[in-house]
């Protein structure tokens, strides 16, 4: 018997390990991506320019002019994206002048 719920799910089992696979992305998962390429643009940026990570600096996003998924994304994971960055980060309409 199948249960409904779980059609969706990818199983694979090889000898004694099966694993279990959920394909559906949901929104939450969909904004995690995104902020975790944000963070990857942003380090390859970084080591292009040859600042370290050990290097002092900050961030600034201009996230006015992204798309409503980017932006929801950025602004829910702002924090995580900061400290995975190891850097301050800041919406560029807060920067000072």
Same mark, same amino acid.
Request: with cysteine; aromatic share 6%; proline share 3%.
């Given at each position: 018997?199948?249960n409904k719920a779980y059609e969706q799910?990818?199983? @694979?089992n090889n *000898? @004694?390990?099966t694993?279990?696979?959920d394909?559906v992305?949901d929104?939450a998962l969909?904004?995690?991506?995104?902020?975790?390429?944000f963070?990857?643009?942003?380090q &390859?940026?970084?080591?292009e320019? $040859?600042?370290?990570?050990? @290097?002092?600096?900050?961030?600034f996003v201009?996230?006015? *002019?992204s $798309?409503? &998924?980017?932006k %929801?994304?950025?602004?829910k994971?702002? @924090?995580?994206? %900061?400290?995975k960055?190891?850097c301050p980060?800041? &919406?560029?309409?807060?920067?000072p002048?």
């Amino acid at each position: 018997m199948v249960n409904k719920a779980y059609e969706q799910w990818v199983v @694979d089992n090889n *000898n @004694d390990v099966t694993v279990t696979l959920d394909p559906v992305v949901d929104q939450a998962l969909e904004e995690e991506a995104i902020a975790r390429q944000f963070n990857s643009r942003v380090q &390859k940026t970084r080591k292009e320019i $040859g600042v370290h990570v050990d @290097d002092l600096m900050e961030v600034f996003v201009d996230i006015q *002019n992204s $798309g409503a &998924k980017i932006k %929801s994304a950025l602004e829910k994971n702002w @924090d995580l994206i %900061s400290k995975k960055m190891n850097c301050p980060m800041y &919406k560029l309409s807060d920067r000072p002048e």
